[in-house]
Nanobody, 125 residues
Framework: QVQLVESGGGLVQAGGSLTLSCAAS????????WGWFRQAPGKEREFVAS????????YYPDSVKGRFTISRHNAKNTVYLQMNSLKPEDTAVYYC??????????????????WGQGTQVTVSS
């Protein structure tokens, strides 16, 4: 049974940093894409970052480009999201996800097959 578990969320002041982790179990994801999404109250789920299992082709929307970095550790079956220069508008529940589908950059939530339960990130002003 595949399971994705996020951790690392919390409360941080604007301008601060957090690193989220997502540990996968139940299988390895060779040649899959990892993704991070977020959802704020009353808003749709928003794409944050994606990366290939090999570490290639990280992709970010403009809203987080230059501030967020996605990375992975294949031996640990884990993906990370380093978030710097956080803003109050980054407040949301953050989800990791995995997809084995072809294509790029996998910035749509309906492309993903497995999801974690989410971790709350709150940025105070």
């Amino acid at each position: 049974q595949v399971q994705l578990v996020e951790s690392g969320g919390g409360l941080v002041q604007a301008g601060g940093s957090l690193t989220l982790s997502c540990a996968a179990s139940g299988r390895t994801f060779t040649n899959y894409y990892w993704g991070w999404f977020r959802q704020a109250p009353g808003k749709e789920r928003e794409f944050v970052a994606s990366i290939h299992w090999s570490g290639a082709r990280p992709y970010y929307p403009d809203s987080v480009k230059g501030r967020f970095t996605i990375s992975r550790h294949n031996a640990k079956n884990t993906v990370y999201l380093q978030m710097n220069s956080l803003k109050p508008e980054d407040t949301a529940v953050y989800y990791c996800a995995v997809t084995g589908r072809l294509g790029y950059p996998h910035d749509r939530s309906d492309e993903y097959d497995y999801w974690g339960q989410g971790t709350q990130v709150t940025v105070s002003s």
